[in-house]
């Protein structure tokens, strides 16, 4: 399946990217300037089986500018698809910010109703998704989400302003992806309402900031109540490492016999693993979408390498086991070690569940690689 990605560099975009990474379906990312560029923006559409349409306006200087810009931003894809002379499905985020008007809603909702007609022209699929209040791994703070600006605040050690009555109603965007996903498969027009997790700004707050003293100041990884509060607890983690937050020096206890620290400590479940690794080999080239995973290096030399999904900067860490650290792996990261010693490298594994061979989370994709 080919597929075009409007607004494929933003937040909800890349994790759409990332799904179809996983899934090996081709992504074009349409970005500002092949909007603006009606060569580029109709060939980005023109072999394009199913179009996510992400991008929008929800910040400007003015009020018209945001009305103005996701109305432009859907009569340019309508365009686009009309001068190809093509029909694929359209899935398009909407909020529900629709449901209540203001300028926002009401230009979100203008935007729909431009795509809905021409779907109707053609007889193309048109899903119009309406979305709650997003958040995940690695947004923007003090943009995307209250959510990520907790975490990221959280991480560089900054207060949060917290209105702590506010309602919220929040949707994990890998599950927004994997919901976009099923809904371009069918026929016809459709309006699909996700429902989100209702909380109050307070109590993701308490939440997040209970999962940070836990892991960051007592080093242990919380238990979660439900799938959410591990989403959220990722978002965190995101957050940690976009901020040098790692490697963390352990303790070494040492005495005639030899040395000892801990790995890591966890309310729950937990799996331990170790593994010994030749000279020259790498392991890994492999990444999650929910798996908590430490690792720490206790005999040889390694390096270890990890790259955020669709992007091409590749963070490395050099370690040895005579000073033990430890390194987490955040979702949507793909990583490596490698024995960069003459010896053996042992190395200690720990992961926050127990493995499943018929659902592993792991996917393949070489760290040094980008395309």
């Not at 992400?54 to 432009?72: L, Y």
Request: charged fraction near 25%.
């Amino acid at each position: 399946m080919k597929v075009a990605v409007t607004g494929g560099a933003g937040f909800l975009g890349w994790h759409v990217r990332c799904a179809l990474r996983r899934l090996g379906h081709d992504a074009v990312s349409v970005d500002r300037d092949v909007f603006a560029d009606d060569t580029a923006l109709r060939a980005a559409v023109s072999a394009a089986d199913v179009v996510f349409h992400c991008a929008g306006v929800n910040r400007a200087a003015t009020d018209a500018e945001v009305a103005d810009g996701n109305r432009r931003l859907a009569d340019r894809l309508v365009w686009a698809l009309s001068e190809a002379g093509v029909a694929p499905a359209v899935v398009y985020t909407n909020s529900t910010k629709s449901e209540v008007g203001g300028v926002y809603g009401e230009a979100k909702q203008s935007a729909a109703i431009s795509l809905e007609r021409w779907a109707t022209s053609v007889g193309a699929r048109f899903v119009d998704l309406v979305l709650p209040h997003l958040f995940g791994e690695y947004g923007r703070p003090n943009y995307n989400s209250a959510v990520t600006t907790f975490a990221h605040n959280l991480a560089v050690g900054e207060p949060s302003g917290v209105v702590r009555e506010g309602q919220l109603e929040l949707a994990h965007a890998q599950d927004v992806a994997a919901t976009m996903l099923e809904l371009a498969d069918g026929a016809g027009r459709v309006r699909h309402r996700l429902d989100g997790r209702r909380i109050t700004v307070g109590e993701v707050f308490d939440l997040m900031s209970e999962q940070y003293r836990r892991y960051v100041e007592e080093r242990v990884v919380p238990s979660f109540a439900d799938r959410f509060e591990l989403q959220v607890f990722n978002t965190l983690r995101s957050q940690l490492f976009l901020q040098g937050h790692y490697p963390v020096a352990l303790t070494l206890h040492e005495d005639a016999r030899g040395g000892f620290a801990e790995l890591m400590r966890a309310d729950g479940v937990g799996q331990t693993s170790i593994s010994t690794t030749v000279p020259g080999v790498t392991r890994g080239d492999h990444y999650h979408l929910d798996k908590i995973e430490r690792f720490v290096v206790v005999a040889g030399s390694a390096r270890l390498r990890l790259r955020r999904l669709l992007t091409e900067e590749v963070i490395e860490f050099d370690v040895v086991g005579d000073v033990p650290v430890a390194i987490d792996m955040p979702p949507l990261t793909t990583h490596n070690i490698t024995n960069t010693g003459d010896g053996i490298m042992t190395t200690v594994f720990w992961a926050g569940d127990h493995f499943d061979p018929a659902a592993p989370d792991t996917y393949a994709e070489a760290v040094e690689m980008f395309s």
